[in-house]
């Protein structure tokens, strides 16, 4: 009778633990971002962040929705655009379940702003639009480029471009 009431309370809880565990698989696609050194070099200086790197289909579906928490310095890369490479194209995002307002940069493939979104509206359905074809799109926080007086024809570096 003491055997049982051992093994029985002990197997409960390795069956309780392995039940709660998550999926491996999911646990890999919310794992943190890489994080990337990108610069803004405008009129008035070069802008140092480190900005995560959206480079797959799925993070660049989910880009900065969620996020209250992003950094004067921080921000989300969205290359290659579109993910997976290719020839540059048209751009568009919107800021359903994105909470917080953000800049969104579009970058030809040259490296240059074409476009730049200030302070979209969060949780907006409304489509924000590149206008011309792009390589890279890049989220920074509200506001942030007209603080760095950024500009169209800015030149945007990072690693790997």
Excluded at 69 to 87: H, K, S
Excluded at 148 to 158: F, P, R
């Amino acid at each position: 009778m003491k055997f049982r009431n051992v093994v029985l309370p002990l197997a409960l809880c390795v069956l309780s633990t392995a039940c709660s565990q998550s999926d491996p698989a999911s646990a890999n696609s919310d794992s943190a971002a890489k994080t990337i050194a990108l610069t803004v070099t405008s009129s008035n200086g070069t802008h140092a962040f480190q900005v995560e790197l959206a480079s797959t289909s799925a993070q660049q579906a989910k880009g900065l929705m969620f996020r209250t928490d992003i950094a004067d310095n921080g921000g989300m890369l969205f290359w290659p655009y579109p993910a997976g490479g290719g020839a540059p194209k048209e751009a568009s995002f919107w800021m359903k379940n994105t909470p917080s307002p953000l800049d969104i940069i579009f970058i030809r493939a040259n490296g240059t702003i074409a476009r730049i979104a200030e302070n979209t509206i969060p949780e907006s359905e409304t489509h924000v639009e590149s206008g011309e074809p792009v390589g890279a799109v890049l989220e920074l926080r509200g506001g942030r480029s007209s603080e760095l007086g950024s500009a169209e024809g800015d030149k945007v570096t990072w690693t790997g471009n």
